[in-house]
Structures are given as structure tokens and as C-alpha cells.
């Protein structure tokens, strides 16, 4: 029974992926003047070189860090969208030490990242305490939180770490010393890969293997039935929201040391966000963020290649995005059939029932 | 120190902060009707983004704005009640589908507006119009007051208007009763025969159709074209400013105006030598402490008040 409510969900959520990429297509057929071309650069693309294969892989890394990140908080019903600033932040502040401290080579990467991730650890931390001790809505303050990050972090860079000989608004110069190294030659896949796959299994293993990561899912499906179990809530919902923020701004830092020469963002750079997709599609289970990341990446270097090569624009990822989140979280689609299947196979475990009790009392 | 009260005691100051207000009230006064029906809107960034362009994209097409206004405004109630058909029929929780929505928005109106306008930033290629400014007779001939608050954009008046339609609404009108009677114990608003889902989905379409004056306020208003994510979090401001406001009309506009004065600060602040991006922190760091603030002090209110109550209840000796 369990297997069937299994393949049903997955059936689910294959179904509303197959809606959003046909309404994508769709309006890909209706916009395009070279519709031949742009779709197959669209689905195909990633797939053409090593190079753009590289590209989908490289950018996998950053999604299963915030989609790990978001996956635990949401685990701890915890409406924390401040994975976003968390991830800016921890790029911001391991840049400095990037940047400042003389390290040895293995050391200084790790410092960095460690740093980042507290970093990020505080910033989506704060909205937590605030929930817990003064009832302050998580969800309305991790949002500010998102902007205050970003206007602090530029702050932080513009005022102490401009490069001056810089044209644009840069930091210096990263230290050699603290980048992570590429691992597939020909493409920019760099160390921070294994990292991720290594956050992918302790994640999984501490939501699901030891007791802490079980009074988190347990405080997230009831949080009174939690408490009256004798499980503190308040520091479940606020250790979930920390080590969200810890994996997230680890994330940013690793995401700057593996691919930037120097910090160059100006904008947010929205990955906060790409995790809320990647942890609805995982189902906020850690061991299918990585199918998650890796779909979302391919949707979006796909559409990278396809505004290059034609003339659709790669903002239709947001629509195929958009359609699918919802449906995927969607209780209510294909409800009706989910009934229908629950029934037929009650049923069925009846007339067997009935049929086994008569041979047996006949 | 002098310099910055010469900045904030002029009339311009406060002409620019009933400005800058304008977008954030509606959208509190939206974030506050689908709230008193017990669903929070977080989808009001993404509404207002797609109206704002639905404003500037018909403004353009029917060369008239009052047109424009009126199809971002049927686009806005439209989405809210996209919004709805989601939460409610397909029982999506409805900060996701809100999310969704804010994704869709922010790709989509850059999608739409490469399409029609060439461009990715910004619409400045297509002739779009804006809603008229209004000066007020009699009251623009009073000193200091006439500056401040005449010669405003239509819809800033409309906004100042909506609180006490909102107030009227919410707290005299059947309707306004259901919402709250929904939001406050859907079951037992239930039990009296109010359809819950309903409410909600009107309640929706309703918060749908507010923020969207907001959005075609800051591409037909506060500025004459569309550029990407020009809402820039005035959706999520709105949401701190009605929960600030304890989800009253009249309280949600004074916290809106609270966070339109930060706003108006941290863009005349930058005529000061103030690093630009701290002063742009302000709005959102006053918003988390007015946030704290306020929820600090009703839980406090509420404890005495439970004090209170068990003292009461004590048998008497």
C-alpha cells in the first residue's frame, strides 16, 4: 500500500511536470519564428557538448545546497524564505576571508566556507528567535531579512572590499590559495560538488537516522502533539532554521570560491528561491534533492542555450517553474483518482478478505 | 545632524512620503482583507508586478491610461482569483502557490515584456501613459499643508479613500462580517451556513484586485514605465505593515505611512554623504523591529490579560 501511494505521488508529480513542460512548449510553438530550433536547443542543448553538460552540473551545486536548506526548514514547518539572504551573506562574508587571511591551501577554503555558513546560520537564525520569543511572524521576517542582507552585504563590500583598480563594483582579487580546484577537466565543475553530495547524505541521515532529525519531522507534522510528547519545539523549530541557514550560506561560499575570481554580484542571485522549487519538487527529502537540482539545472541551461540560439527568451523557465510547483504541491490534483485507486484496492482487500474467512469457514 | 532635520522638515519630504506610501497601503489593505479571512497573501509582490505591467502594456495599446487601469485592475482580481482556484480547489498550500505566483511573475513580465517591448529591463520604447495628478482647490493655496498634500496622483487620494472604504467594508457591510466571521473560527462560521471556501476565494480575488492599484500605481504614478522587479519587496513590506497595523484598516495605514517615511528617508538620506545601501537597509530593518515591537506587546497584553482572567476566576477567600 505504501509502494502504490509512492508510485502515485511520483506519478503526480511526472504528470505536472509533463503539463508545464507542454505549456512551455506551447508557447515556445506560439512566440517563436524558428520553433525547430529553439526547442531543441531548449531540450536537447545541455546534452549537445561536454561543456554544456559541465554547465548543467555546475549549476546543480548551488541548488542542492539551498534546496537542502529550504528541505529542513519546511521539514520543521518553519515558512523560512531566508535562504535567499543567507546564501548572498555567506558569499559575502568568506570573500573577505578569502580576500584578507593568509591560509594554507587545503585550510583556507574550509575556514572560508565554515564562516559563510555561520554566517548564514545567523541570518535566517534571527527570524527563528524572533518567532519563538516574541511570536513575530518567521515568514515576514525572513523575507526582510532577504533585502536587509543584501543592501548589508554590498555595503560590506563596496565600503571595505573594493578593489579601486577595478572598473566595476568588484571586490579584490580572490586568494589561489582559498578557491576550490575543478575536478572534470573541460568544464568548470569544481570541488564543491563532492561537498554537496556529502551534505546530501549526513542531511538524509540526520532527518532520518538519528532522533533529533525525527523530533524535527514530528514537531513539523504536529507541533502540539510534539510538545505534549515532552519534545522541546522551540529548539527544534530554531536548530532546523539554523542549520537551513548554516547549509545555505555554506552554499554561497562555496558557490563564489568554486566559479567567481572575485565577488561581483549586484543583484540577489535568487538561488533562495530555486531551493523552495528544488525542495517541493524533492519533497523536502534530502535524497531527492539532487534529482530535484538536477532537473531544475538542466530546464535552466537549457533555456540559457535556446534565448542564445533563437529568439525565445530563457525567462519561460519561470512559467514552466511556476506551473509546476504549484501543481506539484497541489493536495487536490488528480484527488479524484487518488480516491478512485484507494478505493478500488479497499475493495479489493475486502472481497479477498471475504473470500479467504468462506474458504476457511466453509 | 543639521542637514538631515533641514531634509525631513520640508514640504517636499512630505509630499514624497505620502508617495512612496501609496503602493505599500494598497497592498496592506490588501494584504488585510484575505488575512481576515484566515489566508495570508504572499503573492501581493508578484500581483502587483503583473499589473504594474498589464498598466503600462494597455495604457499603451488603448492610449488611455483610465484603460490601463482598468485591465490591470481586472488582471489583478483575475490572479487573486488564480490564487484561490489553487489554494482552495486544488488545496495547494497557499504560501507555496504564492511563491509560485511571485516566480512566475518576476520571469513572466520580463518574458512578455521582451516580447512587446524589445527589452529586457525596461518598457521606456513603448508610449505609455500615466494617471493624471490632481491638484485640490482651495487646499493648495494653504501654506505648508497645500504642498504636502495637493498634487497628488489620483490613486494616492484613491488609496487614503480605500482605508475608510476598507474600514466601512470590513467592519459594517454582510460581506465584511462573513470575512471576518471566516477568518476568525471558519467552523463555526460554518455552522451558521457562511460557505468558508467562498469567502476566501472572494476574499482573494478582492486582495487580487487592491494590490493591483498598487502595481499600476508604480509603473503609471510613482514612475511612467515598467522595468524588472520594480515592485522590489513593497509586496512584502505591505505584509509586515498590516500585521504592524494589527490588521485594521486605520492601523495599517498608519504603519504604511510609518515605512513610506523610512522609504521617503532612505531616498532623500542619500543627498547626505550615508553609504547609499545602508540607508536602503532602513525601511526593511524598521520593519522587522516594528514587527517585533508590535507582536512583543500583544503577546504581552494577552498574558496579562490571561493573569487577569485567572485572578478573576480564584475563589474568593
Not at chain 1, 523575507?143 to 568588484?170: K, S, T
Not at chain 1, 479489493?348 to 473470500?355: C, H, I, K, Q
Amino acid at each position: 500500500m505504501k509502494n502504490r501511494k509512492l508510485a502515485f505521488e511520483s506519478l503526480r508529480s511526472v504528470l505536472a511536470i509533463a503539463i508545464s513542460l507542454a505549456i512551455a512548449l506551447v508557447t515556445i510553438l506560439l512566440v517563436s519564428d524558428m520553433p525547430g530550433t529553439a526547442l531543441k536547443a531548449f531540450l536537447f542543448g545541455p546534452l549537445d557538448s561536454m561543456r554544456h553538460f559541465g554547465n548543467v552540473l555546475e549549476m546543480m551545486i548551488p541548488l542542492i545546497f539551498t534546496g537542502l536548506a529550504v528541505s529542513i526548514m519546511f521539514s520543521a514547518a518553519q515558512f523560512n524564505l531566508g535562504a535567499e539572504g543567507a546564501f548572498f551573506m555567506g558569499a559575502v562574508v568568506s570573500s573577505f576571508v578569502a580576500v584578507q587571511w593568509t591560509l594554507p591551501v587545503v585550510i583556507h577554503p574550509i575556514v572560508s566556507i565554515l564562516i559563510g555558513g555561520l554566517t548564514g546560520a545567523v541570518f535566517c537564525g534571527i527570524p527563528a528567535l524572533l518567532k519563538v520569543k516574541w511570536g513575530a511572524s518567521e515568514l515576514v521576517s525572513s523575507l526582510m531579512f532577504n533585502y536587509i542582507a543584501f543592501f548589508f552585504g554590498l555595503y560590506l563590500i563596496n565600503y571595505f572590499l573594493r578593489d579601486p583598480n577595478a572598473g566595476a563594483m568588484v571586490s579584490f582579487k580572490l586568494l589561489a590559495s582559498a578557491k576550490l580546484p575543478y575536478i572534470i577537466p573541460k568544464t568548470r565543475v569544481h570541488f564543491g560538488i563532492i561537498i554537496a553530495a556529502l551534505t546530501i547524505v549526513v542531511m538524509y541521515f540526520f532527518v532520518y537516522r538519528t532522533r533529533w532529525g525525527y523530533k524535527t519531522l514530528l514537531t513539523g507534522l504536529n507541533s502540539q502533539f510534539a510538545k505534549y510528547a515532552g519534545i522541546k519545539t522551540a529548539v527544534v523549530v530554531i536548530s532546523a532554521q539554523v542549520i537551513g541557514g548554516f547549509i545555505a550560506g555554506a552554499g554561497g561560499s562555496i558557490e563564489l570560491l568554486g566559479l567567481y575570481r572575485r565577488f561581483s554580484w549586484q543583484q540577489l542571485p535568487g538561488y533562495g528561491w530555486s531551493g523552495v522549487i528544488v525542495a517541493i519538487l524533492a519533497r523536502r527529502n534530502p535524497a531527492y534533492v539532487p534529482l530535484a537540482a538536477f532537473f531544475l539545472a538542466y530546464l535552466r541551461i537549457g533555456a540559457d542555450l535556446m534565448s542564445r540560439q533563437s529568439d525565445v527568451q530563457n525567462e519561460i523557465v519561470a512559467i514552466i517553474q511556476g506551473v509546476m510547483i504549484v501543481l506539484i504541491a497541489a493536495a487536490g490534483f488528480l484527488e479524484k483518482a487518488q480516491y478512485r485507486m484507494v478505493f478500488r484496492d479497499a475493495t479489493r482487500d475486502l472481497t479477498n478478505v471475504g473470500n479467504t474467512a468462506r474458504e476457511v469457514g466453509g | 545632524m543639521k542637514d538631515f532635520l533641514q531634509i525631513i522638515f520640508t514640504t517636499q519630504f512630505g509630499y514624497s512620503v505620502l508617495r512612496v506610501t501609496t503602493p505599500i497601503l494598497f497592498a496592506a489593505l490588501a494584504a488585510l482583507v484575505s488575512d481576515r479571512a484566515g489566508v495570508i497573501n504572499i503573492a501581493l509582490e508578484g500581483i502587483m508586478l503583473i499589473t504594474a505591467l498589464t498598466g503600462v502594456l494597455f495604457s499603451t495599446w488603448f492610449h488611455s491610461a483610465w484603460l490601463g487601469l482598468l485591465m490591470a485592475v481586472i488582471m489583478g482580481t483575475l490572479t487573486g482569483m488564480l490564487l484561490g482556484y489553487f489554494h482552495l480547489k486544488l488545496k495547494t498550500n497557499v504560501i507555496l502557490a504564492a511563491v509560485a505566483l511571485n516566480l512566475l511573475a518576476s520571469g513572466g513580465t520580463i518574458f512578455v515584456l521582451y516580447l512587446i517591448a524589445g527589452d529586457k529591463g525596461i518598457s521606456s520604447s513603448l508610449a505609455s501613459l500615466t494617471l493624471p495628478k490632481i491638484t485640490i482647490p482651495l487646499l493648495d493655496k494653504i501654506p505648508v499643508l497645500g504642498p504636502i498634500l495637493s498634487g497628488h496622483n489620483v490613486l494616492t487620494y484613491f488609496a487614503l479613500l480605500s482605508v475608510f472604504l476598507m474600514h466601512y467594508f470590513i467592519y459594517k457591510t454582510p460581506m465584511g462580517m462573513r470575512i471576518r466571521a471566516v477568518g476568525e473560527n471558519p467552523e463555526a462560521a460554518d455552522s451558521v451556513g457562511i460557505g468558508v471556501k467562498k469567502t476566501q476565494f472572494i476574499a482573494l480575488a478582492m486582495s487580487g484586485m487592491i494590490a493591483s492599484f498598487g502595481g499600476a500605481y508604480m509603473s503609471m504614478g510613482y514612475v511612467s514605465w515598467f522595468s524588472r522587479d520594480m515592485t522590489a519587496g513593497r509586496g512584502f513590506i505591505a505584509l509586515a505593515a498590516e500585521a504592524m497595523g494589527g490588521a485594521t484598516p486605520i492601523g495599517s495605514f498608519l504603519a504604511s505611512l510609518l515605512f513610506g517615511f523610512f522609504d521617503a528617508l532612505s531616498n532623500s538620506l542619500q543627498l547626505l554623504r550615508v553609504p547609499a545601501e545602508f540607508v536602503q537597509m532602513i525601511p526593511y530593518v524598521a520593519t522587522v523591529v516594528g514587527l517585533v515591537l508590535y507582536t512583543a506587546a500583544k503577546r504581552n497584553q494577552y498574558q496579562r490579560m490571561l493573569i487577569k482572567i485567572g485572578r478573576q476566576l480564584e475563589p474568593e477567600k
